[in-house]
């Protein structure tokens, strides 16, 4: 297939990685932050499998970043996240939840802090750029705030902590989770972090120089052939058996924080300002009327993740809908991420999924569904 074949304007941005990636057996593309992004490298399943048993390399470059810089930088950070961000260091990554003023997330994002004043919000999938920009304006606070040329790269999977060392030394060893170091591999200038969107051990390489894309690449699947690494993309069996969240599906601007049971990510006795506190602190205090959980669906594995959201009925009546949901050929169940009503959020209950197939069997379970405890990710 030629890279051509994917052109529909230049509206749609390309990633520095997109013609390797083409060169590499990419065969599908979606659209993330208007730019394309390689869902496909032939097979999900054997992807899943690269990736938890070896290392699979690939392509986030739609993760932008938005740049904060300037003397209020951290204090004007704080004002767009409920997290609590005063003891985090230079050097630092933190998970954190980007509210509205009626406390419903715009985004749920890695921040990681350069220096004193410098920050990058590494998004998930909506306009960022754009709220933050709109939120400075009267904010009389003293902020640049732009989209740098920074594209990251995913290497994650239990052989990638041996590619990394290969590629940077024994030092890179030292990393910690949610922690960043400046690189340089051969003239590529590089952050490097600790983090990822699998949960396994890995690693995400931010490429600060667009035009090196394609050497980055090339290197990275280099060095990593000996470990088997190989192409791939963000698996969506494994996000969902670790519980990982995606943007627009399981959470969107209507969704707080309560509702998906990260309190953690909320400090409301926190002294800063941050958009929503108002609204986050009446609903903790009035109490969600939906929560997320995790179901086991009694159906046939499916071909690939939902496309649309599945009813959820208990009792004849509808109490949400299934938000994510795949087959786990390591679990071989299928499972999924669902809102629904507390009254029907009860570990071990039995609900109705309306599926494509027709109604089947669910029952409420623990989420994440596999490595509970995020070891893979943290040893």
């Known amino acids: 297939?030629?890279?051509?074949?994917?052109?529909?304007?230049?509206?749609?941005?390309?990633?520095?990685?997109?013609?390797?990636?083409?060169?590499?057996?990419?065969?599908?593309?979606?659209?993330?932050?208007h730019m394309y992004i390689p869902r496909d490298f032939g097979n999900p399943e054997q992807n899943f499998w690269n990736l938890v048993n070896?290392?699979?390399?690939?392509?986030?470059?739609?993760?932008?970043?938005?740049?904060?810089t300037g003397p209020d930088a951290a204090k004007f950070v704080q004002m767009l996240t409920p997290r609590d961000l005063s003891k985090m260091a230079v050097g630092q990554c933190k998970y954190v939840l980007i509210t509205n003023a009626e406390g419903g997330i715009l985004n749920d994002p890695i921040l990681l802090r350069l220096a004193e004043n410098h920050f990058w919000i590494s998004l998930a999938d909506s306009d960022i750029l754009l709220w933050a920009q709109g939120v400075a304006v009267h904010s009389g606070l003293d902020v640049k705030i732009c989209e740098p040329d920074v594209s990251p790269l995913q290497l994650q999977g239990p052989k990638s902590g041996l590619i990394m060392q290969a590629l940077f030394g024994d030092s890179i060893l030292d990393l910690k989770?949610?922690?960043?170091?400046?690189?340089?591999?051969?003239g590529i200038p590089l952050i490097v972090s600790r983090t990822g969107w699998s949960s396994e051990l890995g690693y995400e390489l931010?490429?600060?120089?667009?035009?090196?894309?394609?050497?980055?690449?090339?290197?990275?699947?280099?060095?990593?052939m000996?470990?088997?690494?190989?192409?791939?993309?963000?698996?969506?069996?494994?996000?969902?058996?670790?519980?990982?969240?995606?943007?627009?599906?399981?959470a969107d601007i209507n969704t707080n924080p309560y509702e998906l049971g990260l309190d953690r990510l909320v400090n409301l006795d926190m002294e800063a300002e941050?958009?929503?506190?108002?609204?986050?602190?009446?609903?903790?205090?009035?109490g969600v009327t939906r929560k997320q959980v995790g179901?086991?669906?009694?159906?046939?594995?499916?071909?690939?993740?939902?496309?649309?959201?599945?009813?959820?009925?208990?009792?004849?009546?509808?109490?949400?809908?299934?938000?994510?949901?795949?087959?786990?050929?390591?679990?071989?169940?299928?499972?999924?991420?669902?809102m629904v009503s507390v009254d029907a959020a009860h570990l071990g209950m039995p609900l109705e999924v309306v599926t494509p197939s027709g109604p089947t069997g669910a029952t409420v379970t623990e989420r994440p569904f596999y490595d509970p405890n995020k070891k893979l990710a943290v040893a």
């Open 295 to 338: 179901l086991i669906i009694d159906c046939e594995p499916l071909k690939g993740p939902n496309t649309t959201f599945w009813a959820i009925y208990r009792d004849g009546v509808e109490v949400g809908k299934v938000t994510s949901a795949v087959y786990s050929p390591r679990l071989e169940r299928t499972i999924a991420l669902a």
């Open 226 to 250: 000996e470990f088997g690494l190989k192409p791939g993309h963000t698996s969506s069996i494994r996000r969902i058996e670790g519980g990982m969240l995606s943007y627009h599906a399981d």
């Open 177 to 186: 989770y949610y922690w960043l170091r400046e690189v340089d591999l051969d």
């Open 206 to 224: 931010y490429l600060r120089d667009s035009s090196y894309g394609d050497a980055l690449w090339e290197r990275i699947m280099a060095t990593g």
């Open 274 to 286: 941050f958009i929503g506190k108002a609204a986050l602190r009446r609903i903790k205090e009035e």
């Open 54 to 68: 070896d290392a699979i390399l690939c392509d986030v470059a739609v993760e932008r970043q938005v740049e904060i």
């Open 1 to 33: 297939m030629h890279a051509d074949d994917f052109g529909f304007g230049t509206q749609i941005r390309k990633s520095p990685y997109f013609d390797a990636t083409v060169r590499w057996g990419a065969t599908g593309f979606s659209v993330y932050n």
